[in-house]
C-alpha cells in the first residue's frame, strides 16, 4: 500500500523556521514528483511547491525565498524547510505525489499543522 506521512509541524514563532518531512512508504518515491500544498479553515488547499524526479523544484511567489522543497530519495523523503515564517502562513501542509507531472495528484499525505504565532 502506498502511503505518504508528514511530520514536523508544530508552533514557530514569526520569524522563525519549520522543517516538515514527507516520508513515503509502499513505493520509492524517486519515481514521483512531489509536491507541498497548504489549507486554511474555509479556504481552498493550495500549491507551496512542487519538486520534480530531477530535483529542479517550483514555488509560488507568496513563499519564493522562504520555503525550499528537496528529496533524498535514498531515505525515501521530500522536505519542506519554511524560514521566515509570518502568521498567514499559519496551515495544515499536505504533500502530495503523482507519477505523472501534469499538475494532478494521486496521493496525498493525511496533513501537518503548521502554526506560526508569538
Known amino acids: 500500500q502506498v502511503q505518504f506521512v508528514e511530520s514536523g509541524g508544530g508552533l514557530a514563532q514569526p520569524g522563525g523556521s519549520l522543517r516538515l518531512t514527507c516520508t513515503g512508504s509502499?513505493?520509492?518515491?524517486?519515481?514521483?514528483?512531489m509536491g507541498w500544498y497548504r489549507q486554511t479553515p474555509g479556504k481552498q488547499r493550495e500549491p507551496v511547491g512542487t519538486?520534480?524526479?530531477?530535483?529542479?523544484?517550483f514555488y509560488p511567489n507568496s513563499v519564493k525565498g522562504r520555503f525550499t522543497i528537496s528529496r533524498d530519495n535514498a531515505k525515501n523523503t521530500m522536505y519542506l524547510q519554511m524560514n521566515s515564517l509570518q502568521p498567514n502562513d499559519t496551515a495544515v501542509y499536505y504533500c502530495?505525489?503523482?507519477?505523472?507531472?501534469?499538475?494532478?495528484?494521486?496521493?496525498w499525505g493525511q496533513g501537518t499543522q503548521v502554526t506560526v504565532s508569538s
Open positions: 509502499g513505493t520509492n518515491i524517486g519515481a514521483y514528483t
Open positions: 519538486i520534480m524526479t530531477t530535483g529542479t523544484d
Open positions: 502530495a505525489a503523482d507519477l505523472l507531472s501534469g499538475g494532478t495528484w494521486r496521493y
